[in-house]
């Protein structure tokens, strides 16, 4: 079975301080793990994918299959950053995704 | 250019009626997904179509919940005696073909009184 968890449900931080949400996953292949985000009145969008290795936003997440973890990180927070932000696994022969539930970040101005 | 749309946007239905949402994909898009996403939760995968044929059906929670998109193009989810527990927001995704990013739509939140 493959599973995520997203420990924290609300992560407020101040603007300008570093961002961390956690991300820890359990499956038995090798997954593809991903970053979705939704800002306010917006619908669900692909923030980042760990195969791109790439920069979004500012946002870079790394895929640490010892620890089991690909936790989003940003060095500087803004306030346009605030959304929820769904860390999801997609393993198997076809397209199933299971997302985490969510962490709510909240940059304070 | 046209992102996947969904409809209704809203509906409320009185527990044990039939319901059916639609979703229109981006066009060109082979892969349509389904999910349900309960309030504070995540999006919980229902059904995923290739063309018009339901690959994966694991994720309908009873036989209550059908999914059918037989051009290969829309898609409809229908639910029937809906239950209390069936509230959601019910999202549509497609994307361009397998291993492709997938495009959410708006959802359609489903109210069972």
Redesign the interface.
């Known amino acids: 079975a493959q599973r995520?968890t997203?420990p924290e449900k609300l992560l407020s931080v101040f603007k300008g301080a570093p961002v961390e949400l956690k991300c820890n996953y359990s499956y038995s292949g090798s997954p593809e793990l991903f970053w979705y985000v939704q800002y306010s009145r917006q619908?669900?969008?692909?923030l980042l994918?760990h195969i791109s290795r790439e920069s979004i936003k500012g946002f870079t997440a790394d895929l640490n299959k010892g620890e089991t973890s690909f936790h989003l990180k940003k060095p500087f927070a803004q306030e346009e950053d605030s959304a929820m932000y769904?860390c999801?696994l997609k393993g198997g022969g076809?397209?199933?995704?299971?997302?985490?539930?969510?962490t709510k970040l909240q940059v304070i101005p | 250019g046209a992102?996947?749309s969904q409809s209704p946007r809203y509906k409320v239905a009185k527990r044990g009626q039939d319901v059916a949402l639609r979703c229109d994909p981006i066009s060109g898009h082979v892969?349509l997904?389904w999910?349900q996403q309960a309030l504070?939760?995540?999006?919980?995968?229902l059904t995923?179509f290739q063309n018009e044929a339901q690959?994966?059906k694991?994720?309908l929670p009873s036989d209550r919940f059908f999914a059918e998109r037989p051009e290969g193009s829309v898609s409809t989810l229908k639910i029937q005696r809906t239950q209390q527990e069936d509230s959601a927001v019910y999202?549509c995704a497609s994307?361009y073909r397998?291993q492709e990013?997938?495009?959410?739509?708006?959802?359609t939140r489903l109210l069972v009184l």
């Open positions: 995520v997203q619908r669900l969008q692909l994918r769904y999801a076809y397209q199933k995704v299971t997302f985490g539930t969510g | 992102g996947v892969s997904f999910y504070g939760q995540g999006p919980e995968f995923y690959l994966d694991s994720g999202l994307s397998y990013t997938q495009y959410f739509g708006p959802g």
